[in-house]
């Protein structure tokens, strides 16, 4: 399970990790150095079998843009 967390390792920048769906909406991020990921669920049932497709996401954030983790509802 260490292997997942490697692109953590080169990580060099602020993100917030939420499920405020609306946040892209509401927030310009554009010259920021805050990456957003969001997870389109809040359920940790749903969320824990995509830990590592989450934990890409965050590697692989930029700062000033969102990524939208897809979670299916099942």
């Given amino acids: 399970m260490a292997s997942c967390y490697a692109p953590l390792k ?6 917030l ?6 946040l892209p909406f509401q927030q310009n991020l554009e010259g920021r150095k805050l990456a957003v990921v969001v997870l389109s669920r809040n359920r940790w049932k749903l969320i824990r079998p995509m830990l590592p497709q ?3 996401a ?3 954030a930029e700062p000033g843009k969102f990524v939208i983790v897809e979670i299916a509802s099942r």
Avoid: F
């Fill in 10 to 15: 080169r990580l060099d920048s602020t993100v």
């Fill in 17 to 22: 990790l939420t499920t405020d769906n609306n």
């Fill in 54 to 56: 989450i934990v890409s």
């Fill in 58 to 60: 965050v590697g692989a």
